[in-house]
């Protein structure tokens, strides 16, 4: 199936002139980055546009956060629009098909795509400090275990980074959330961005945009951590297990098939992991006046798990998608991409000895 697959992948969009860009950096090809301890992409150097670990390597990823968050998440609105109203209202759209069925009846094809502008917004300010920052906490957190710990304790350290960075962007995500499920799931309060942020500013106070901050981050950083550390560890899987050759040997098309591949594995498990808590966040911000807690609590166990199937085919897409479209970028603007973690020598002689 891999075989054919990379065959497809062969002509590659991404395989653009801006893979030859020369990079600034004259270092060895074939040894780490001068205080590095994760080592980049077996490529030669003449072919990067930047240092890996630089500032502008950190910049050029969280514009990559942005494109495949905010472009994603904003093409699966009209999916995303039926779920939260599914989580919020079992009683009036009983299913997925007759949550489209019935929003297309009352408002419209155009009904589908409310709320498109906060998660456009949203997403991508979350995307540009999710991706971004996450690079950032990934190789500090390396550097401060050191190259031996950091292969050891590898997942520990891609769940630490990446919570780290979902607290971040989160932050910058709440007001837009806030906004998008409202205008979604409040009938007659607003159709577009800019009448829900004064009507929620006069109703609630500036307060209304961050009541949801703490569900979301019950809802994103477990999702993120499972995100990014099964990502990781499924791409490691697949090289060493499923792919018929090294990675090294690889081009760079076949490569985003296997982040592809692995993007939507990853996707499954995030929709599972994080779906309680993003019920609670979509009838919290519906709900005025209402606690996590109480929330919660009148939703019950099993009211918790509403609209599970339309988010999991919604996040496995998205996933695969963003993790597609940001290795593209990275391949597109000639970044430095490490290489699945090996072993360091020095603890390859300690375990044979």
Same mark, same amino acid.
């Given at each position: 199936?891999?075989?054919?697959?990379?065959?497809?992948?062969?002509?590659?969009?991404?395989?653009?002139?801006?893979?030859?860009?020369?990079?600034?950096?004259?270092?060895?090809?074939?040894?780490?980055?001068?205080?590095?301890?994760?080592?980049?992409?077996?490529?030669?150097?003449?072919?990067?546009?930047?240092?890996?670990?630089?500032?502008?390597?950190?910049?050029?990823?969280?514009?990559?956060?942005?494109?495949?968050?905010?472009?994603?998440?904003?093409?699966?609105?009209?999916?995303?629009?039926?779920?939260?109203?599914?989580?919020?209202?079992?009683?009036?759209?009983?299913?997925?098909?007759?949550?489209?069925?019935?929003?297309?009846?009352?408002?419209?094809?155009?009904?589908l795509a409310k709320g498109w502008a906060p998660t456009f917004f949203?997403?991508?300010?979350?995307?540009?400090?999710?991706?971004?920052?996450?690079?950032?906490?990934?190789?500090?957190?390396?550097?401060?275990?050191?190259?031996?710990?950091?292969?050891?304790?590898?997942?520990?350290?891609?769940?630490?980074?990446?919570?780290?960075?979902?607290?971040?962007?989160?932050?910058?995500?709440?007001?837009?959330?806030?906004?998008?499920?409202?205008?979604? /799931?409040?009938?007659?309060?607003?159709?577009?961005?800019?009448? =829900?942020?004064?009507?929620? &500013?006069? *109703?609630?106070?500036?307060? +209304?945009?961050?009541?949801?901050?703490?569900?979301?981050?019950?809802?994103?950083?477990?999702?993120?951590?499972?995100?990014?550390?099964?990502?990781?560890?499924?791409?490691?899987?697949?090289?060493?297990?499923v792919v018929p050759k090294p990675r090294a040997e690889c081009t760079?098309?076949?490569?985003?098939?296997?982040?592809?591949?692995?993007?939507?594995?990853?996707?499954?498990?995030?929709?599972?992991?994080?779906?309680?808590?993003?019920?609670?966040?979509?009838?919290?911000?519906?709900?005025?006046?209402?606690?996590?807690?109480q929330v919660a609590r009148s939703l019950g166990f099993m009211g918790?798990?509403?609209?599970? /199937?339309?988010?999991?085919?919604?996040?496995?897409?998205?996933? =695969?998608?963003?993790?597609? &479209?940001? *290795?593209?970028?990275?391949? +597109?603007?000639?970044?430095?991409?490490?290489?699945?973690?090996?072993?360091?020598?020095?603890?390859?002689?300690?375990?044979?000895?």
């Amino acid at each position: 199936m891999f075989s054919s697959m990379f065959d497809a992948a062969k002509n590659s969009p991404f395989r653009t002139p801006f893979t030859k860009v020369q990079c600034e950096n004259t270092a060895s090809a074939t040894s780490p980055v001068i205080g590095r301890e994760i080592q980049a992409a077996a490529t030669p150097v003449s072919e990067y546009s930047c240092e890996f670990g630089s500032n502008k390597y950190y910049a050029l990823c969280g514009l990559g956060g942005i494109l495949s968050c905010g472009t994603t998440h904003t093409f699966v609105v009209p999916l995303d629009l039926v779920k939260c109203r599914l989580q919020v209202d079992q009683k009036k759209y009983k299913n997925l098909i007759h949550g489209f069925k019935l929003t297309v009846k009352e408002e419209g094809t155009r009904g589908l795509a409310k709320g498109w502008a906060p998660t456009f917004f949203g997403y991508s300010a979350q995307g540009l400090c999710k991706f971004g920052l996450y690079e950032v906490f990934k190789i500090k957190y390396a550097e401060m275990l050191g190259e031996e710990n950091a292969y050891l304790y590898r997942t520990w350290l891609y769940l630490a980074a990446s919570a780290s960075a979902e607290f971040f962007a989160d932050i910058a995500l709440a007001p837009m959330e806030a906004a998008k499920v409202k205008i979604q /799931t409040t009938a007659g309060f607003a159709n577009t961005l800019r009448e =829900a942020v004064p009507k929620m &500013i006069k *109703d609630e106070g500036v307060g +209304a945009f961050y009541k949801g901050l703490v569900p979301l981050w019950m809802r994103q950083i477990p999702y993120t951590m499972m995100k990014f550390a099964c990502f990781e560890k499924t791409v490691e899987l697949l090289y060493k297990h499923v792919v018929p050759k090294p990675r090294a040997e690889c081009t760079k098309g076949e490569q985003l098939v296997v982040t592809f591949a692995a993007g939507y594995i990853a996707g499954v498990f995030c929709a599972v992991v994080s779906h309680p808590a993003d019920v609670v966040v979509s009838k919290l911000n519906q709900a005025k006046g209402s606690s996590a807690i109480q929330v919660a609590r009148s939703l019950g166990f099993m009211g918790m798990w509403n609209g599970l /199937t339309p988010r999991i085919i919604m996040i496995g897409t998205l996933t =695969a998608l963003q993790w597609f &479209i940001y *290795d593209g970028v990275k391949v +597109a603007l000639a970044l430095p991409r490490p290489p699945p973690p090996e072993m360091p020598e020095s603890l390859k002689a300690k375990m044979a000895a």
